[in-house]
């Protein structure tokens, strides 16, 4: 029997989801998994989703983003080490690459840079990481050089690790959405969803535009991040954070679904509204154009009168909202889940056999 993949997670992100998806399509494949998470407590809910798939251990330490200082994450990379063999795991798969960087030789990792604090700040502000912060991006370029495989969700995102980084060859693997997709009657509503506190998700933008669309906006999402950031959401119609499936009724329910990020190294929630066939509007930043171009509305970043321009006259063509979102359904067909599995059991396979030659040969 394959050994288990110990898959790192937390429950205030989409590393969540994304590490659920995973895991099912993994289970699919026949291959066993267990979870270790950090930060703040899972749900119940979140516990129990968890829980079908494989058992969940939660560490003590904080996530780097949301830790004060190094003292508040170390020791973290042992204790997954610890769990791994506890749990007989054949391979650590780290969601938050500065995780790998206390995992001790010999054990194989896998890190996924889902973001980073480098790439933030670049996209973002247009400036490196502050000298305060710059512990999580040393202990990241630790944790990526001590991973066997580094891995992004898109071209754009592995393109920024190996520049900001260096030394690096990052593997790209979509990131997919494996749930059942919901099927709902459209409404004249354009639906966001993301956790908008965070900076990056451009919600200041459109909850700007929002005075102007002809339509109601509705943000799905946070406004109140656990690190203190926050947002004051006027003008749009903002639902808070929302149990998945509300949220996935919603969204598919919409009759455009926004995406204003400035910095996204993919968006799951844009691909969960395109397998809804929702026509899409999106900032045009890289990481959008290289998924979807063809397959949505481009925008300036940060630019809310012409984001209310392009809402307002795509909310006018019914048929081009039609053949929009024909072509967004038919693009998400790429980012399957079965394809995001089978990439990365090739992979855990590969950091398997890599360190059982290393083990032979020493």
């Known amino acids: 029997m394959t050994a288990p993949v110990l898959i790192t997670l937390d429950a205030v992100g989409g590393v969540w989801r994304y590490a659920i998806d995973l895991a099912a399509g993994l289970r699919q494949l026949g291959r066993p998994v267990c979870f270790a998470g950090f930060g703040p407590k ?143 009657e459209r409404s004249r509503t354009i639906v966001a969803a993301g956790r908008w506190w965070d900076e990056s998700k451009g919600g200041a933008t459109l909850d700007q535009a929002a005075r102007n669309c002809d339509w109601p906006v509705l943000m799905l999402g946070a406004d109140r991040g656990p690190n203190g950031a926050q947002i004051d959401i006027r003008s749009a119609d903002h639902r808070g954070q929302l149990d998945h499936d509300v949220a996935a009724k919603l969204i598919a329910g919409a009759g455009i679904f926004v995406s204003p990020s400035i910095y996204e190294p993919f968006g799951l929630a844009v691909l969960e509204a395109a397998r809804a066939g929702v026509p899409l509007v999106l900032a045009d930043i890289p990481t959008f154009r290289e998924l979807w171009d063809g397959a949505a509305v481009f925008f300036p970043p940060r630019d809310a009168d012409a984001l209310a321009g392009v809402l307002n006259d795509l909310a006018a063509a019914d048929a081009r909202r039609d053949a929009l979102g024909q072509a967004a359904e038919e693009r998400a067909g790429r980012y399957s889940a079965a394809a995001q599995a089978q990439a990365m059991a090739v992979i855990h396979d590969r950091v398997r056999a890599r360190n059982l030659t290393t083990e032979g040969t020493a």
């Open 42 to 184: 899972p749900t119940e809910a979140q516990r129990v989703e968890a829980e079908a798939l494989g058992p969940l251990d939660w560490g003590t330490q904080a996530l780097d983003w949301m830790a004060q200082g190094p003292d508040e994450v170390a020791g973290a990379g042992r204790w997954l080490a610890e769990v791994a063999a506890r749990r007989g795991a054949g391979v650590i798969q780290c969601n938050l690459p500065s995780l790998a960087a206390e995992i001790p030789e010999g054990v194989p990792v896998v890190a996924v840079s889902h973001s980073c604090l480098a790439s933030w700040f670049e996209a973002v502000r247009g400036e490196p990481v502050p000298q305060d912060m710059r512990w999580i991006h040393d202990l990241t370029a630790a944790g990526l050089a001590r991973a066997d495989v580094v891995t992004a969700p898109s071209a754009s995102h592995a393109a920024a690790i190996e520049r900001l980084y260096g030394g690096l060859e990052v593997d790209v693997v979509h990131n997919a959405s494996s749930g059942a997709v919901t099927r709902v």
